[in-house]
């Protein structure tokens, strides 16, 4: 299939529920940022479509955050593996994918997070990949604790890793969170349920996966996306 081909592909709509809504009244502060007034269509620029070009030669990769600065971070070692498609199965290929997430403790390494926990100087939180040909992607990290964020009384997020998909351009950035199995928080956290739809907002949760999962050394998690269509993975508006 050529790139035209692609290009034109029809666009399958989101199925409803299945996508995070601009307004959750439970998220607090949706309110305060999501549009107030009718969106306004804004034509696309080449520039915005195609550019910049994000290249592993001017932007390198960095597949390891569990380590920093000469030393190991804190906390449990993980692999996370995963696929990038559309929503045909074809793989999107030599994409740069974004990753950030707080340390072991639950806390970021950025200046706006003040919560009491320890900063790791071994862990910057912050790391880059590019798929290959086939759509696949790996990195090694360290498990992200949970952390307090005053939503509600008592609120604590579930342990997670934000992702950022870039396109061809800034115009097609996606962003989303990567969950954990078994996490006791996921129920009661107004982020992941604002997809109104369970079966969209388990896409979010990775699974364990012994493929990748590396003896003595680090369990290995499996986080498939697929960009658009009815079977998309729900992404951050």
């Not at 035209?4 to 996508?19: C, I, V």
């Not at 996370?80 to 074809?90: I, L, N, Q």
């Amino acid at each position: 299939m050529s790139t035209a081909d692609r290009d034109t592909t029809p666009f399958r709509p989101y199925a409803p529920g299945t996508q995070p809504p601009n307004d959750a009244p439970s998220y607090r502060s949706t309110g305060k940022r999501h549009p107030g007034a009718a969106l306004v269509a804004l034509p696309h620029t080449v520039t915005e479509r195609q550019g910049p070009r994000f290249d592993p030669r001017r932007f390198p990769p960095l597949l390891d955050l569990s380590t920093a600065c000469g030393g190991k971070a804190l906390g449990e070692r993980i692999i996370v593996s995963g696929r990038v498609t559309d929503e045909d199965g074809r793989a999107v290929a030599r994409t740069m994918i974004e990753i950030w997430q707080a340390n072991a403790s639950g806390r970021y390494d950025h200046p706006g997070d003040q919560h009491d926990a320890p900063l790791d100087p071994a862990f910057h939180g912050a790391g880059r990949v590019f798929t290959d040909d086939e759509g696949w992607y790996q990195f090694t990290t360290i498990k992200p604790g949970s952390y307090p964020w005053r939503n509600h009384h008592n609120a604590w997020r579930p342990n997670h890793i934000h992702y950022s998909y870039f396109g061809p351009g800034f115009a097609t950035r996606l962003i989303t969170q990567m969950y954990f199995p078994g996490d006791p928080l996921l129920e009661l956290d107004p982020i992941f349920l604002s997809i109104p739809d369970r079966t969209a907002r388990e896409r979010l949760i990775a699974r364990f996966d012994l493929e990748t999962t590396a003896p003595e050394w680090a369990l290995g998690y499996r986080f498939d996306v697929v960009l658009r269509g009815r079977g998309a993975t729900p992404m951050e508006g």
